[in-house]
């Protein structure tokens, strides 16, 4: 059984790493999809909501889906299609080319992100200890080396479909090959007895609410990093135009070096504390932005930043999957649509605020809304007691349980 969980950790993990791929080669691209296309300044954000908008209706899908199809088949097949998706928006030469591919894109995304949180929620769960944030690790690494990918496209000025090409020809069979090595809760015992123990509990949405709100404010400030960290620094802070690029970069590895050492945390301090320090180290990097007198502080800021948010989402998907035993596969799915309510309303909020007020005041406002995380942060306990309105919450194996007892 070590054996078999070692090897679905380790092909997870590889399936983390192909989304981070795939979905930097698509946002650091958008600009030269944007020229391939034609599509205008006023016509690009349309085509940009609508992919976390279908990713959404995805992960609502594999709600449903999964009470029939285990989330392993659901990820093996959806990940092929994100691939096939990005070529073919790399391929394509018509505006309604590019529209079927990025929907196909959206859908497979909500289905894939949902899945694979549903299978490391189950691997933790089976290892009796904090392993969620080093999938999340993995995602960052693949996002790195798909941004560092697409700017040598962009450097050696490919068509998006040579740059897209060899990616997918690469990645596609390896996913196909490593898929056969995922665990669902029904290949590990630990984890399918603890699920067992909780059949037939209900999905109470207003018991799951707080963690909603945590993943949206979460992507809140990971949308507001990647989508304003670059015109903030050379806008505001007066940078060069090369230096601007530089904090989300900086943003991508303090978060791969956060969730690489994250699990740690969590086993040693508790699942609450960590949430709560992540929380924050976010608000002080948001102070940090907001206040900076010049770029060197702005980029500190940024790397604060990443060292805060970055432990907040694999601890909300955790976090879900001990309160609801019996449903976590539900209650990842329901909480996963929050994902993409965040990164919906980041961006366009900062730059409402940025453009009526001021951006160093619009810094302050996801500033605000991470500090909110305090007080929710006893839903990550590993044994809460009780949760509103004098409903008992739902006892669960000491997952992530620190040795203070949090």
């Known amino acids: 059984m070590t054996h078999v969980l070692r090897r679905g950790r380790a092909s997870l993990a590889f399936s983390f790493l192909v989304q981070g791929v795939a979905f930097a080669l698509l946002v650091t691209r958008i600009p030269a999809i944007q020229d391939r296309y034609g599509v205008s300044d006023a016509l690009l954000p349309a085509f940009l909501a609508a992919v976390p908008i279908l990713a959404g209706v995805g992960s609502v899908s594999t709600e449903r889906l999964v009470k029939r199809v285990r989330p392993s088949r659901l990820l093996r097949w959806s990940q092929p299609v994100v691939l096939l998706a990005l070529l073919g928006v790399g391929a394509g030469e018509r505006m309604v080319e590019l529209g079927v591919a990025l929907a196909a894109f959206g859908l497979a995304v909500g289905v894939l992100d949902a899945s694979m949180n549903m299978l490391g929620v189950s691997l ?3 290892y009796g200890r904090s392993i969620m944030l080093s999938f999340h690790a993995a995602y960052s690494l693949g996002g790195i080396v798909g941004a560092s990918l697409a700017w040598v496209g962009a450097h050696w000025d490919l068509a998006l479909w040579v740059s ?13 090959v490593g898929s056969r090595w995922y665990v669902d ?5 630990p984890a399918m007895e603890e699920k067992a123990a909780g059949e037939g509990q209900a ?3 207003k018991w799951l609410l707080p963690l909603c709100l945590v993943m ?6 990971d949308s507001t990093v990647s989508n304003w960290s670059a015109k903030y620094l050379q806008d505001v802070l007066g940078s060069s135009e090369q230096m601007a690029t530089v904090p989300y970069n ?6 791969l070096l956060g969730r690489a050492i994250g699990d740690l945390g969590v086993r040693r301090f508790g699942a609450v504390a960590v949430v709560r320090g992540g929380a924050l180290v976010a608000a002080g990097g948001f102070a940090v932005v907001a206040a900076a007198p010049g770029a060197w502080v702005g980029m500190l800021g940024f790397t604060l930043l990443g060292l805060g ?13 001990r309160l609801f035993p019996g449903a976590s596969d ?3 799915a329901r909480l996963n649509v929050f994902n993409y309510v965040g990164f919906l309303i980041g961006s366009p909020l900062v730059g409402a605020l940025g453009d009526l007020w001021s951006y160093r005041g619009a810094m302050l406002v996801p500033m605000v809304l991470v500090l909110v995380t305090l007080v929710y942060a006893r839903s990550f306990a590993a044994q809460p007691d009780r949760y509103g309105g004098g409903h008992e919450r739902p006892r669960t194996a000491d997952v992530g349980r620190g040795s203070n007892g949090l």
């Open 250 to 255: 900086v943003y991508m590895v303090t978060t």
């Open 185 to 189: 809760d029904a290949d590990a015992a």
């Open 309 to 321: 948010l970055c432990v907040l989402v694999p601890q909300t998907f955790a976090a879900a999957g």
């Open 330 to 332: 539900a209650a990842v």
């Open 203 to 205: 999905l109470v949405f």
């Open 216 to 221: 949206t404010v979460a992507y809140i400030g």
């Open 124 to 126: 933790q769960r089976s």
């Open 164 to 176: 897209y090409l060899p990616v997918v020809a690469v990645l596609l069979p390896t996913v196909l």
